[in-house]
């Protein structure tokens, strides 16, 4: 299945739908980043959701995939964060 | 070469630190995200520099690597951003 990393960088108003939307089909891993391992399916489905939420003239979302989680490598300098329900 | 995406949470004294040295060895594609193929040596050099500006028991930077651009795919929903120069 591949692996993705999301990056957004959304307006005030909007970051929160956007997040709570991504937080159902993946791990927030860093303030503007969230990773995960989904079906095609489901990430087009999640990409419907965005699109509903954002203003496409303004945020921007970057999904960046590979086939496997085997070709990421990820190195981590200083905090490693990861973001609990609490945060929404 | 190896193809790199630099994601970043980094506090307000230090980000623009941080930006700084990045933009020597990458592209700054959204705003908390840098882009680049670069040598094992020069991702060495960034990363000592890096060390050096940060905190890190506060700050958080991630370094996804792929072996190959070939090997990642982006898809972009909204705006592509790129900064250029008059941003620092």
Request: neutral net charge.
């Amino acid at each position: 299945m591949p692996y993705y990393v999301i990056t957004y960088d959304v307006s005030e108003q909007r970051v929160n739908k956007v997040r709570k939307i991504l937080k159902k089909y993946f791990v927030w891993v860093q303030n503007s980043v969230f990773e995960g391992e989904i079906s095609l399916g489901k990430l087009e489905k999640c990409k419907q959701e965005l699109l509903q939420v954002i203003d496409q003239r303004e945020d921007s979302i970057y999904i960046y995939k590979v086939h496997r989680l085997t070709d990421l490598d990820k190195q981590v300098i200083g905090v490693e964060k990861e973001f609990t329900d609490n945060f929404l």
